[in-house]
């Protein structure tokens, strides 16, 4: 469950859903029942790894997608290197601009604002 903070939640493709309430779609109770494990255990909370004094790399055990965590101290930059794949920002505190390399136009960031690259 999740109890504080700022949470983050991305998906991979599926269509492995099992509902069991709160949507008008197809609910099948009895299925995800016998999916359920009644035993407590301690949540596996991932920590992440420092790739530089900026960013903090999450890779979950799926090929799907990664997460950085980007923190740039006011009045400083951050290049982002490459990828090989579409890429979304996330803009969570304070503001900036975003600007592709070799590219003369900027888009103004600030919280709860989204970027697809």
């Known amino acids: ?33 016998k999916m359920l494990t009644y035993k407590s255990t301690m949540p596996e909370i991932s920590r992440g790894e420092r790739i530089d004094q900026n960013c903090l790399l999450y890779v979950p055990p799926v090929d799907d997608f990664a997460i950085e965590v980007i923190e740039v101290p006011a009045g400083s930059s951050y290049s982002l290197p490459d990828v090989l794949s579409p890429s979304v920002i996330l803009t969570l505190e304070g503001s900036g601009k975003l600007q592709q390399n070799g590219n003369r136009i900027t888009m103004d960031v600030s919280f709860g604002k989204a970027a697809f690259m």
């Open 1 to 33: 469950a999740y109890i504080k903070g700022e949470i983050l939640e991305c998906m991979a493709c599926s269509d492995n859903v099992v509902r069991a309430g709160l949507t008008p779609k197809l609910k099948d109770v009895d299925t995800l029942v």
